[in-house]
């Protein structure tokens, strides 16, 4: 089956700074990759995601690229807000839906003032 | 609200006992999923439904699970004879039919399971 590896497992940058967050599959049929923030408390909440057939997307200030022959993808987060801390998860599909996604472990970003 | 909703939020149970607990889904969303999370992991996948179809189950879902979504809208999740190792928070999530799937999983806040 999928597995997904996620690093760092932990993150601290200042305020306004940019984050990386980099995750691997292993599945070359995987063609979905989202990215969930959970608060603390809360369940998982989708910011962004990608499909195989792009290798990159941005919204405002989050984006998403997409390595399918290295079979990586990362999240970048530009000009980090303290809103922004949070733990983030990567996760991967083969279905082109979100029927069956196999996550990542998880990165906690700490964005400090 | 109009968000998943998952009851109860909390749930101490003793080991052996059996505990259930009830997802309600967005409204017209016709998927609904179960996933467990273990502190400082990911959400683990173990069972989805189309309607009142269960379509796939994990192997994680062993014969003490159970889930159950009878008329396609709410759906239960029972665990029997609980142990230790069942404690994680257990996530229900839904998302719309084919035509309107941006692939979005909607997650309630869960429901956390604590085995004594």
């Known amino acids: 089956g999928e597995n997904v590896e996620q690093h760092p497992s932990t993150l601290s940058v200042q305020e306004g700074d940019s984050a990386v967050i980099k995750c691997t599959y292993s599945d070359s049929a995987s063609n979905y990759f989202p990215w969930y923030k959970q608060e603390l408390g809360k369940g998982p909440q989708l910011i962004i995601d990608?499909?195989?057939?792009?290798g990159e997307k941005k919204d405002q200030r989050i984006a998403v690229t997409l390595n399918k022959t290295a079979k990586h993808f990362s999240l970048h987060i530009t000009e980090t807000q303290p809103e922004d801390s949070a733990v983030y998860f990567c996760?991967?599909?083969?279905?082109?839906?979100?029927?069956?996604?196999?996550f990542g472990t998880g990165t906690r970003l700490q964005v400090t003032l | 609200d109009t968000g998943v909703s998952q009851d109860p939020r909390h749930k101490i149970t003793k080991r052996g006992q059996n505990v259930t607990f009830r997802c309600d889904p967005i409204?017209?969303?016709?998927?609904l999923y179960w996933y467990r999370q273990t502190l400082g992991q990911g959400p683990e996948f173990l069972t989805y439904f189309q309607n009142e179809a269960q379509l796939e189950k994990s192997r994680l879902l062993s014969d003490r699970f159970s889930a159950e979504r009878p008329k396609g809208s709410f759906s239960t999740l029972e665990i029997q004879r609980t142990e230790q190792g069942d404690s994680a928070m257990y996530l229900c999530a839904s998302s719309p039919n084919r035509g309107k799937n941006t692939g979005e999983l909607f997650f309630g806040e869960g429901s956390r399971l604590t085995v004594l």
């Open positions: 996760a991967a599909s083969t279905t082109g839906t979100a029927s069956k996604l196999t």
């Open positions: 990608i499909r195989s057939n792009v």
């Open positions: 409204s017209e969303h016709n998927r």
